[in-house]
């Protein structure tokens, strides 16, 4: 018997699943086209007014490599042009993010008399954590250990990356028009302007200085002690801190990516390390005689020696890896940064300053009291400007929005 054919659902033909799936294809890649170069997503509703057209653009600063890494080495002897460089190096940064999202010149006017609101604490949050991250003290170990520029390069990368993309923010939001916060932004190589302003100019200006610091650190190692140096010190220790520490570095050697040879080093090395005063930096004695008070100020506490001795304990080479001299230098300089890291960030100052006080009164309470009874000694230390209370993550952000 012979079974009918069912023509109420006819299969669907290849040439129409065909032209289907072409129209969908075509459908999706004109709505691409549409979202990205005709209106980008989110900018239905935006006004055209608050959408910013980035351009293309280099970043231009010029600076004197070798006067700024002489600022960074030491900051506290040149107080003053830190701060101009703080001033310039951020003016810089904010101009290249200007310009690359296209802002108008009389957009472009208005940066500088923004940024000047910012900068008197800014440039003491600069200097107040530059300061605190820099062991001033170390400076001769780092010229020795060919890191002296290079540490203060770093040292400014860290300050740095913590305070710029709030500055950026602070400002651009003030001169762009935002619509719920939001920033929107079209064109070629869209960043956020935090974005702009770390990869595209921060970045580049630190990896300029970095270049210039290797060459100033290699020949200052070089001509350190050309001659005996003599020279009169008055400073009063009151801690030493004995340490021991050790460290293993493997070094490998790969061939297309595969490790065909290895060498280990151990190195133990033991500290010792003194804090107190230096007394030809700061020290005065003044008198009051109307309170019977006789007053003694002594700068803060700082590291006044770090003797550090290191000994090799394992030294396995490989049979394809040769040990150079650098690699046991820069061993060398981790332990001995380490040694310093820790004493700066435990109680040692303090208990440095108690022992001072107890040192003073020791020495001078008996001739105090021989000037009259009624006298009393007080020991004080010269204070350091403090700087405001400033937390980045707190700061206000606007959104970016682009697609």
């Not at 289907?20 to 209106?39: H, M, N, Q, T």
């Not at 605190?132 to 860290?158: C, F, H, I, M, P």
């Not at 700082?302 to 394992?314: F, Q, W």
């Amino acid at each position: 018997m012979a079974r009918s054919k069912d023509y109420s659902n006819p299969p669907v033909s290849r040439n129409t699943t065909r032209a289907l799936l072409l129209i969908l294809a075509v459908s999706l890649i004109g709505i691409i086209i549409y979202r990205k170069w005709i209106s980008p997503a989110g900018y239905s509703n935006v006004p055209k007014e608050l959408q910013l057209n980035y351009i293309p653009s280099d970043y231009q600063f010029n600076i004197d490599e070798e006067r700024a890494l002489e600022i960074l080495s030491n900051p506290q002897r040149n107080r003053k042009e830190f701060n101009d460089l703080v001033y310039d190096i951020n003016l810089s940064i904010l101009y290249h993010v200007a310009n690359r999202m296209g802002l108008n010149e009389s957009d472009k006017a208005l940066i500088r008399p923004e940024y000047d609101k910012h900068h008197p604490y800014l440039r003491n949050l600069y200097y107040h954590d530059f300061t605190a991250l820099k062991d001033t003290t170390s400076q001769l170990y780092q010229t020795w250990y060919d890191n002296e520029g290079g540490n203060a390069v770093e040292v400014l990368r860290e300050v740095a990356s913590k305070y710029t993309c709030f500055l950026v923010t602070q400002i651009m939001t003030t001169i762009v028009p935002t619509k719920g916060g939001s920033i929107y932004a079209r064109g070629q190589s869209v960043e956020t302007p935090c974005g702009l302003a770390m990869q595209e100019a921060l970045t580049p200006l630190l990896k300029k200085l970095e270049e210039r610091a290797a060459i100033q650190d290699f020949s200052r190692s070089r001509g350190l002690l050309q001659e005996k140096v003599e020279k009169v010190i008055a400073e009063l220790a009151t801690m030493e801190v004995r340490d021991k520490k050790g460290l293993n570095k493997q070094l490998k050697t790969k061939v297309l990516g595969f490790n065909v040879s290895s060498s280990d080093i151990e190195i133990t090395a033991i500290s010792i390390l003194k804090v107190g005063f230096r007394l030809n930096d700061y020290f005065d004695v003044s008198l009051n005689a109307r309170q019977g008070l006789v007053t003694i100020t002594l700068p803060e506490p700082a590291i006044l020696s770090h003797e550090v001795y290191p000994k090799v304990e394992n030294l396995d080479i490989g049979w394809l890896r040769e040990v150079k001299d650098a690699d046991f230098n820069r061993t060398f300089n981790i332990l001995r940064a380490e040694f310093r890291r820790e004493a700066l960030e435990s109680d040692i100052m303090d208990k440095s300053k108690t022992q001072a006080i107890e040192l003073m009164n020791t020495m001078f309470s008996p001739i105090v009291r021989s000037m009259n009874n009624r006298y009393k000694l007080q020991v004080k230390f010269r204070q350091a400007a403090e700087s405001p209370e400033f937390d980045p993550e707190q700061s206000a952000e606007a959104e970016f929005q682009y697609e």
